[in-house]
């Protein structure tokens, strides 16, 4: 069975400083992974995926996200919040193997000015 | 291009009430799928359809019903709504299967109160 474990419910930064979200998969192969975001009373919007070649993808709104195969780790990073990216963020995989995609539980993150 | 447009935005029922989340997607994307959010839940599978005629459930499926007549069209059935239903509910689709790695594009949402 494929997993998806987000381990921080909440991550609070201050404006300008680096930010590092974590995401963790289970999955025998070699997954599909997204990062989605939710601002407050939003649907949510791919900010990036991954689903094979460059291990370093690059995601719309400054963010990226490397995929690490021997840490079965897709952590999402960005060098400076804004406060606009206040939001929650959802780590998400798929695979060719199920088409019913699997959800970490959401990290909220906080921004303080 | 519309994307995934559900409706309505808002509504609020009385205990008992049945209503119907529509939603429909322009992208002749096969893969349809209905979610709801509580606060703090992150995202529940109701319902899933893989194709026009085609549906299945998903992890919290009771005191829902769906169909699937057309590709563009997979509309949300509430029978006997209860408080428990209250929440914000997302359809979204994915080209999953047909080239694709399987991103999802969501709707903007339905919030939905049981009174």
């Known amino acids: 069975a494929q997993s998806v474990t987000q381990p921080d419910i909440h991550i609070t930064v201050s404006e300008g400083a680096s930010l590092e979200l974590r995401c963790n998969y289970s999955?025998?192969?070699?997954?599909?992974l997204f990062w989605y975001v939710q601002s407050p009373g939003q649907g949510l919007q791919l900010l990036l995926k991954?689903?094979?070649?460059?291990?370093l993808v690059q995601g719309i709104k400054g963010f990226e996200a490397e995929f690490k195969r021997s840490q079965s780790s897709f952590n999402l990073r960005k060098p400076s919040v804004h406060w606009s990216d206040a939001a929650e963020y959802f780590c998400?995989?798929?695979?060719?193997?199920?088409?019913?995609?699997?959800f970490g539980r959401g990290t909220s993150l906080i921004v303080h000015p | 291009n519309a994307g995934v447009t559900q409706t309505p935005k808002f509504r609020i029922l009385k205990i008992g009430q049945s209503m119907t989340l529509q939603c429909t997607q322009d992208?002749?994307?096969?893969?349809m799928y209905w979610y709801r959010q509580d606060p703090g839940m992150g995202l529940k599978l109701i319902y899933y359809?893989?194709?026009?005629?085609?549906?299945d459930k998903g992890e919290v499926p009771n005191g829902y019903n769906v169909s699937r007549s057309t590709t563009e069209d997979f509309p949300l059935r509430l029978e006997l709504a209860a408080p428990s239903q209250t929440s914000v509910y997302f359809c979204?689709?994915?080209?999953f299967g047909q080239g694709s790695s399987g991103e999802l594009f969501f709707g903007e949402g339905s919030r939905l109160t049981v009174l």
């Open positions: 992208m002749n994307h096969n893969y």
């Open positions: 999955y025998g192969a070699t997954p599909y």
């Open positions: 998400v995989l798929t695979s060719g193997g199920s088409y019913i995609p699997t």
């Open positions: 979204a689709s994915s080209p």
């Open positions: 359809s893989v194709g026009a005629g085609i549906t």
């Open positions: 991954y689903f094979s070649g460059d291990t």
